[in-house]
């Protein structure tokens, strides 16, 4: 018995020495923790977002935002929201080999959803960088056939028939329902 306690005290101590090297690690990379103080927290997302000073991050573009995420009327078929394959509850991802979309379509290049968590401060978006921005990825799966098929003039369209919806893009933008600003939403 005390052969294992020092066994286990040993493979402790092990991993906390490890974890502060990890730890040291990644603050010699550069790498600082995302603020948990909400005001920070804002002021960060601002400064990674391109369009911040012409769209700055509000409680009423977050909560739009959110309520579009779960919506599948964004998708032709009405069935897929950005949710289906950025799924919350399994990490912001869908955790298949490949993802699926309109019509049972599976992905053209074999991939599946990168997670969305934290995505604002990615530097490039999608798995190969051909987004510089979170909302001209957002723009992507909404229109392509493979994914969730629809066109811009179909979701304002949809939109717009929504009282709802457009009461909080006037209140997130003051403006009326746009596809630039669903997609910064």
Same mark, same amino acid.
């Given at each position: 018995?005390?052969?294992?306690?020092?066994?286990?005290?040993?493979?402790?101590?092990?991993?906390?020495?490890?974890?502060?090297?990890?730890?040291?690690?990644?603050?010699?990379?550069?790498?600082?923790?995302?603020?948990?103080?909400?005001?920070?927290?804002?002021?960060?997302?601002?400064?990674?977002?391109?369009?911040?000073?012409?769209?700055?991050?509000?409680?009423?573009?977050?909560?739009?935002?959110?309520?579009?995420?779960?919506?599948?009327?964004?998708?032709?078929? %009405?069935?897929?929201?950005?949710?289906?394959?950025?799924?919350? +509850?399994?990490?912001? !991802?869908?955790?298949?080999? $490949? /993802? @699926?979309?309109?019509?049972?379509?599976?992905?053209?290049?074999?991939?599946?959803?990168?997670?969305?968590?934290?995505?604002?401060?990615?530097?490039?978006?999608?798995?190969? %960088?051909?987004?510089?921005?979170?909302?001209?990825?957002?723009? +992507?799966?909404?229109? !392509?056939?493979?994914?969730? $098929? /629809? @066109?811009?003039?179909?979701?304002?369209?949809?939109?717009?028939?929504?009282?709802?919806?457009?009461?909080?893009?006037?209140?997130?933008?003051?403006?009326?329902?746009?596809?630039?600003?669903?997609?910064?939403?």
């Amino acid at each position: 018995m005390k052969i294992k306690s020092v066994l286990l005290g040993s493979v402790a101590l092990a991993t906390a020495l490890n974890a502060q090297n990890l730890i040291q690690d990644a603050l010699d990379a550069g790498l600082v923790a995302i603020p948990s103080d909400p005001k920070a927290l804002t002021k960060a997302i601002n400064e990674a977002s391109p369009d911040a000073e012409k769209y700055p991050t509000t409680m009423a573009a977050y909560e739009l935002g959110k309520r579009l995420y779960f919506d599948p009327r964004l998708s032709k078929s %009405g069935i897929i929201s950005c949710n289906t394959c950025h799924n919350l +509850g399994l990490g912001g !991802a869908d955790g298949v080999p $490949a /993802s @699926t979309g309109h019509k049972w379509t599976p992905n053209p290049h074999h991939v599946n959803a990168p997670t969305v968590y934290n995505s604002v401060f990615n530097s490039v978006q999608f798995w190969d %960088g051909r987004a510089a921005h979170l909302a001209a990825q957002a723009a +992507g799966p909404m229109t !392509a056939m493979p994914e969730m $098929a /629809s @066109t811009p003039e179909l979701v304002e369209q949809r939109l717009k028939s929504i009282p709802a919806y457009v009461s909080e893009f006037k209140a997130a933008f003051n403006s009326d329902v746009s596809f630039e600003l669903v997609t910064t939403a």
